[in-house]
């Protein structure tokens, strides 16, 4: 079974320094990655996904994460943070056992709250 | 375009009492379904997934149930509400069809938030 750990249940930075949110994953084959977003009292919006075309992906609103296969991880970043940055981010993954039965859910880290001092 | 809605937004429940939770999406055909609680720090657990009507598969037992009596529509149900039901439900739908189709990717309603009391 496939699993995320996020590591830190908050973050917080300061307004236009780094953004940088860990994930790792565990899957016994190579999975699907993604980062959500949730701001207050609203669902998840997908901020980018990971399906082996490149290991570098770009996301909305200036987010990019990096697969990196040999540690595992899908850490996501952004240069410059912004008030508005200031939500849930969740890390998933998923590994397609659609073998005629269904077609899995992802599988979500506990998210990270990201923070942003003025 | 695809949407998904999910009512009601906000409920307040007592315990023992039974749950309604609707989900509808537009847009799409034979879409796969899922319901999702996020409680706490606890993240997300998925609950049930469907790919078609009547086909639901149950992922945690518990207190709940779900039911797809229209292709589009996606229920979660209780009989008697626990204390430990309270929290932010998601409805969730996706088009993946196959293990060669790519990633599963899902989208997700604005979510029902439930406490029971």
């Known amino acids: 079974a496939q699993s995320v750990t996020q590591l830190g249940s908050h973050v917080s930075v300061s307004e236009g320094a780094l953004v940088l949110l860990r994930c790792n994953y565990s899957s016994s084959v190579p999975p699907y990655l993604f980062w959500y977003v949730q701001y207050p009292n609203q669902g998840l919006q997908l901020l980018l996904k990971?399906?082996?075309?490149?290991?570098l992906v770009k996301g909305i609103n200036g987010f990019e994460a990096e697969f990196k296969k040999s540690e595992t991880s899908f850490h996501l970043t952004k240069p410059s943070a912004h008030m508005s940055d200031a939500a849930e981010y969740f890390c998933?993954?998923?590994?397609?056992?659609?073998?005629?039965?269904?077609?899995?859910?992802?599988?979500f880290g506990k998210g990270t709250h990201l923070i942003i001092q003025p | 375009s695809q949407t998904i809605h999910q009512w009601p937004a906000t409920l307040v429940q007592p315990v023992g009492s039974p749950l309604s939770l609707e989900c509808t999406v537009e847009?799409?055909?034979?879409?796969?379904l899922y319901w999702y609680r996020q409680a706490a720090g606890r993240g997300l657990q998925l609950l049930f997934y469907?790919?078609?009507?009547?086909?639901i598969s149950s992922e945690v037992p518990q207190n709940l149930s779900a039911s797809r009596p229209q292709d589009r529509q996606f229920i979660l149900s209780s009989k008697k509400l626990l204390l430990s039901d309270s929290g932010f439900y998601l409805c969730a739908w996706s088009v993946l069809r196959g293990p060669t189709s790519g990633a599963n990717v899902l989208t997700f309603g604005a979510g029902s938030r439930l406490t029971v009391l």
């Open positions: 998933a993954v998923s590994v397609n056992r659609y073998s005629g039965g269904g077609a899995d859910g992802l599988t």
């Open positions: 847009g799409t055909s034979n879409p796969n």
């Open positions: 469907s790919i078609g009507i009547d086909q």
């Open positions: 990971y399906t082996s075309a490149a290991t």
